[in-house]
């Protein structure tokens, strides 16, 4: 069976609802990497991940896993795919061990001695309810039953909110172990994206329905940057540089989606600076509501 | 699909123990009645099995679930109506298990033996129960549904007596020939012949539903 190099395709990705609308999303997933997949609440993140699931219908646009058409190839396509969501779907009156007697026998390749070492690594035990367990353990649970069945690719969509910042930091070290064989890969939907400064290797940025880069973390943060200065550097050439700005009576600061033309326009006359994904995104929301164009 | 089936299981099991003494209570519930009791327990336990699993994935939004594991929709449906004869099976063996009871232990209640068109009666009376309730909750969910399955239930459960109502009111009418020369020839019938042409109608009708419940939620969202 032939298999692009990239695990996951969306391409021209599109779905309707009366007060949003996803248009025309496209991006790829590489094997064997952990994509970040960021945007601000209500920006269409968990509705892509929905259409990828076929919980909703879309109405342009196709998506493609593994190489295959994720409507015509749907079974044979989640055999291979986990999922840890951002709430707790199993059932909160069934024990551990009930829900594993439920999933397991739905996949070929669920691993049982694996997912007895995730129990007792979580330090869970078979016969509590799920309503027992605490967020983190809910969360580590879904992490179980996604790792034991041997998927390749991961798909988790807000997993860490709510987690205090222990778990947050387990559940990103266990990630960063699982990819090393860079034959799994990771998309990771979140709005909290220091999770990612730390593990992701691309970011897929959406805002309002629509795609606003997918790149390279690395190229992403070396392409933007956050100048700081003094206001009267701002002219009306100046600030059709940045993506966002604010200002203050004391000065500026803005994100620039080209930190190289930033730095020979201000020169030394402003700091330029690495951003964080969370300066991306802030300035990139706020640039928007404020009228600012972005690149 | 079995798999889906222990699901549904799992989820009701607080119920079971209720459904052991049920015969009991519509047995002492329809002393003045006897014949209806079997009807009562049998619409009853397939009503209460199946709006409480109903219930349990609706609660637990377990549609997510479900359809992130490796299965189609089409067995997600299949799982659920073959549930009907699970539950129905669960409500003659309430019935049953009262009965022998009350007979071996000699306590003086009126019961009615189970005959074959009383069994297949009741469990027509089941199948079309839910028959006509899972299109309604494939299309809408259970919020939605919950209303409407339990005017079902309570037209299925008070169904014997509508029956005879209805029966005797036609009595005093004079019908179309055809249906006259139909009920002459369904009157003519062994007791078994006629069993088991009601238990094709019923699963005609309930493959209809199926079919029903399929195309609504094959098309849903979540």
């Not at chain 1, 969360?139 to 390749?152: I, R």
């Amino acid at each position: 069976m032939f298999e692009s190099r990239n695990v996951l395709e969306i391409n021209g990705l599109s779905k309707n609802f009366n007060t949003f609308s996803l248009k025309h999303l496209s991006f790829n997933v590489p094997k064997g990497y952990i994509m970040g997949f960021i945007g601000p609440n209500g920006a269409g993140k968990s509705t892509t991940i929905k259409l990828i699931l076929n919980l909703l219908k879309k109405d342009e646009g196709n998506i493609k896993i593994f190489g295959l058409d994720h409507l015509q190839a749907e079974k044979q396509i989640k055999d291979r795919i986990g999922f840890v969501f951002d709430e707790n779907y199993f059932y909160e009156e069934l024990t551990i061990a009930s829900m594993e007697k439920i999933i397991a026998p739905f996949y070929s390749r669920w691993n049982q001695a694996a997912f007895d070492q995730y129990l007792k690594t979580f330090g869970m035990f078979s016969k509590i309810k799920i309503k027992e367990l605490s967020k983190g353990m809910k969360m580590k649970f879904s992490l179980a039953v996604a790792l034991s069945h041997q998927a390749d690719l991961l798909i988790m969509d807000e997993p860490t909110g709510g987690l205090d910042p222990i778990v947050r930091a387990e559940l990103l070290e266990i990630l960063a172990d699982l990819i090393q064989d860079e034959e799994k890969s990771v998309l990771f939907s979140t709005h909290i994206t220091t999770d990612l400064d730390k593990i992701a290797d691309y970011i897929t940025f959406i805002n309002e329905g629509k795609l606003v880069f997918s790149a390279a973390k690395d190229d992403i943060l070396e392409q933007y940057g956050v100048v700081k200065g003094d206001k009267n550097l701002l002219d009306r050439e100046a600030e059709k540089l940045f993506v966002g700005l604010k200002t203050n009576q004391f000065g500026f600061e803005g994100l620039v989606a080209d930190k190289s033309l930033a730095r020979r326009t201000f020169q030394e006359r402003a700091l330029v600076e690495k951003p964080t994904l969370e300066d991306i995104m802030l300035y990139t929301v706020r640039g928007e509501n404020h009228g600012y164009a972005h690149s | 699909m079995a798999t889906l089936i222990l699901k549904d299981l799992m989820n009701v099991k607080k119920v079971l123990a209720f459904v052991l003494i049920y015969g009991f209570i519509m047995i002492f519930g329809f002393q003045n009645v006897p014949d209806a009791a079997l009807t009562a327990s049998t619409v009853a336990i397939s009503y209460l099995l199946m709006l409480q699993a109903c219930l349990r994935d609706d609660k637990n939004k377990s549609e997510i679930i479900l359809n992130s594991l490796p299965l189609t929709r089409k067995t997600i449906v299949g799982a659920k109506y073959l549930t009907i004869f699970l539950y129905t099976a669960l409500g003659l063996v309430s019935y049953l298990f009262a009965y022998v009871i009350v007979e071996i232990a000699g306590i003086p209640f009126h019961v009615y033996p189970l005959t074959l068109s009383n069994v297949v009666g009741v469990v027509i009376a089941a199948i079309l129960m839910s028959a006509l309730f899972y299109p309604v909750y494939f299309k809408f969910g259970y919020p939605k549904s919950n209303i409407y399955g339990m005017i079902i239930f309570l037209a299925f459960f008070f169904s014997r007596g509508i029956v005879l109502s209805i029966a005797k009111r036609l009595g005093n009418y004079s019908l179309p020939h055809s249906i006259e020369r139909i009920i002459q020839w369904l009157s003519g019938q062994t007791e078994y012949s006629l069993a088991l042409i009601m238990l094709i109608g019923g699963l005609a009708l309930l493959g209809l539903s199926y079919l029903l419940s399929l195309r609504f939620y094959s098309t849903r969202e979540f």
